[in-house]
């Protein structure tokens, strides 16, 4: 893929007149260009051409970085320094907006581009019109960003140049390494549904290749099972963030077009991912609309976007209205699919709420005879997660297999062999279903790595270990993540939230979670029964107070599940408490807590702190409370064994 616009020696850009470079970049431009971008691009090229006459290296004009789905205005390598500059054409202030951007680039380059990891790079927002400012330069790989206008972009170049002096940039190897992205969720789905492809945007190294070959294998069962006229179940499995998401939002965007005969639909009865998700591409593409001179309402964006992400609790009710009728979609792509309802819990809900005395199926079994009903061929395809049913209801993976095998043999099934393993409770179910000759085991169906953190890879391992008691284990991967991965310990919330205010930089996103029956930590001012909105938590800046960066609105494992953060608060209350032998459980109810004494209730606790402790993607830090002993509620020994064994796992303590 050509990373940049326009790319050229120093000396041959300087030896270049504005325009040629101009008449190159809008070749590239694949949207009309404005007459604002045109004079922009101009005057970026006309003052950079002045700064660098005396320069040797390279420059890049609109460098793409996928996993944002931006573009870096320039990029210059000279001597040894890469400089990351995004240009404010008439800006007469530095917003922080706009700091934030330049930073969150220059943050992308040396988190993800391997040639970037151990050079110098200095972040520079050129504000053309505002004032000048003094700016310190720093000892840090990574510079804060540095403020320029037009008039002293030029000495702060040759500034900084004066006292890096490092090892020269070799300019082509830089250009030829490798950029190997972990997007968030967020990230992710806008690239996706933007037109790029689930390698471009994902890493590339050998442990996270299977990325896109699970996505691939996906694409040939979709495709198979068309040329066949064949029903296909697909089972794609994967440790805690390893990507089933981005496998399944792949899927679901290549095959976009209503008119496509392979037309997807991702399905999520994860209700605050999909309003997330779908709210993320409507402001993207209202602000893609008018950056282009076009008008549209969010609304109308939001109504778009809305056919190709879907609540499931909404496609099932679009199938009950016909119970004949095919769904428009042939290929139907369930995420979280351990998190359907069971047989019990679905015909509770359709008594209750849908008046259907009759109703007697699991979710499961419903949705596929919801794609059964084509004459022809239908792909289902579960993301299965393993540990993580949170509620009240949901089957898990066992449910899937008891529809296939009672209601629907004549659909062939493909799966992981590692759907045997212990955390997705369907060991038996799969070994039975192996003697079938419907079933193909195809170990491409499973996601070895979490891509969720790129700074450790064994962070669902290490918290799988603590949760299940084991310290040693946990002791010793710990010390292999700490250096890479920070996870603090404090019993001091002022402090706790200080810690990921001061890691995050740029518009990296922190915030506080909790359990959801974490109900004594109000005196903390943290209050589980306030339900903050997931969209604005997770989507507005800095300066919204709904925003997660206020620290106020706290999220719960059914806000969070499936979405990640950089940094994590996570404030750990009784509710889950260790007593120096074991877990207990217990939920507060009225004015004291009850012990919880039913295994599946268990079940969803545990899963509810493995799901908050895998949130964030660069470390996080554990808030503890001291307990008071005046108050029967919130005694300390509630909450000492908890703190002891976290530290005694070796956790930093602040």
């Known amino acids: 893929m050509k990373r940049a616009y326009y790319s050229s020696t120093i000396s041959g850009f300087c030896s270049q007149a504005p325009d040629e470079v101009l008449g190159q970049m809008t070749r590239e431009h694949s949207f009309d260009l404005t007459a604002f971008q045109r004079n922009a691009w101009i005057e970026q090229a ?12 390279k420059i890049y004009f609109e460098f793409s970085i996928p996993r944002m789905g931006r573009r870096i205005d320039v990029v210059v390598i000279t001597g040894s320094v890469v400089f990351v500059i995004e240009f404010k054409v008439g800006a007469s202030t530095y917003d922080s907006a706009d700091l934030d951007q330049v930073m969150d680039y220059a943050l992308d380059l040396h988190n993800f581009h391997e040639g970037s990891h151990n050079v110098k790079i200095i972040p520079i927002l050129v504000a053309t019109k ?3 400012v003094e700016s310190k330069l720093e000892d840090d790989d990574l510079h804060s960003p540095i403020c320029c206008n037009n008039g002293n972009l030029e000495n702060t170049i040759d500034r ?13 190897e830089w250009e030829s390494s490798g950029y190997k992205p972990t997007p968030t969720i967020i990230e992710a789905t806008l690239a996706l549904y933007n037109g790029h492809s689930v390698s471009a945007i994902s890493r590339s190294d050998a442990s ?9 294998t996906v694409a040939e069962i979709i495709a198979r099972s068309k040329k066949d006229s064949q029903k296909s179940i697909v089972f794609v499995t994967g440790v805690p963030g390893a990507g089933k998401t981005l496998v399944g939002l792949d899927v679901a965007s290549t095959h976009i077009d209503p008119n496509d005969e392979l037309y997807s639909v991702f399905l999520s009865g994860n209700g605050p991912l999909v309003k997330i998700l ?3 591409l409507a402001r993207d593409k209202v602000a893609r609309k008018r950056a282009a001179g076009e008008k549209v309402r969010k609304g109308v964006a939001l109504g778009e976007v809305k056919s190709f992400i879907q609540n499931v609790h909404h496609f099932r009710d679009e199938c009950l209205l016909d119970l004949l009728k095919p769904p428009v979609d042939h290929v139907a792509l369930f995420d979280e699919a351990q998190r359907a309802w069971t047989k019990e819990q679905t015909v509770k809900f359709m008594r209750e709420k849908k008046n259907r005395l009759d109703f007697n199926q699991s979710e499961p079994e419903f949705l596929i005879s919801c794609m059964d009903r084509h004459k022809d061929w239908a792909v289902v395809v579960c993301l299965v997660g393993g540990g993580q049913e949170i509620n009240t209801g949901e089957a898990g993976i066992s449910e899937w297999f008891d529809a296939i095998e009672q209601s629907f043999p004549h659909w062939k099934i493909y799966l992981s062999d590692r759907l045997t393993d212990s955390e997705y409770g369907a060991g038996k179910l799969v070994k039975q279903a192996g003697k ?7 170990p491409e169906l499973h996601l070895r790595t979490s891509v969720r953190s790129f700074r450790s890879e064994k962070i669902s391992l290490f918290v799988k270990q603590l949760l299940d008691l084991d310290e040693e284990a946990a002791r010793n991967n710990l010390s292999l993540i ?7 310990l404090t019993r001091d919330l002022d402090v706790a939230k200080n810690w990921v205010k001061t890691q995050a930089r740029g518009s990296e996103r922190y915030g506080m979670v909790v359990s959801s029956q974490a109900e004594r930590l109000k005196p903390h001012a943290i209050d589980v029964r306030v339900k903050a909105n997931p969209v604005h938590w997770f989507l507005n800046d800095k300066k919204d107070v709904r925003s997660s960066y206020y620290l106020e609105d706290v999220a719960t494992e059914f806000d969070v599940q499936g979405l990640e953060l950089d940094w994590v608060c996570m404030a750990w209350d009784a509710d889950f408490r260790y007593d120096n032998t074991n877990w207990k459980n217990w939920s507060f109810r009225g004015a004291k807590w009850q012990r919880i004494i039913k295994p599946e209730r268990q079940t969803y606790q545990k899963n509810a702190y493995r799901v908050l402790l895998t949130r964030a993607r660069q470390g996080m830090v554990i ?15 509630y909450y000492d064994g908890t703190y002891d064994y976290l530290q005694r796992l070796g956790l930093k303590t602040l």
């Not at 900084?160 to 082509?172: F, G």
């Not at 079938?436 to 195809?442: D, G, R, Y």
Request: with cysteine; proline share 6%.
């Open 46 to 57: 006309t003052l950079l051409r002045e700064c660098l006459l005396e320069h040797e290296g």
């Open 130 to 132: 505002a004032p000048t």
């Open 160 to 172: 900084v140049l004066t006292v890096c002096l490092k090892q020269l940039i070799d300019c082509n």
């Open 208 to 216: 996270t290749l299977n990325l896109s070959e699970t996505s691939n």
């Open 278 to 280: 779908q709210e993320a």
């Open 436 to 442: 079938n000759s419907m079933v193909t085991f195809k």
């Open 482 to 488: 700490h250096d890479k991965y920070p996870i603090v």
């Open 623 to 637: 808030f503890v409370p001291v307990g008071d002993d005046s108050d029967h509620t919130r005694p300390k020994e």
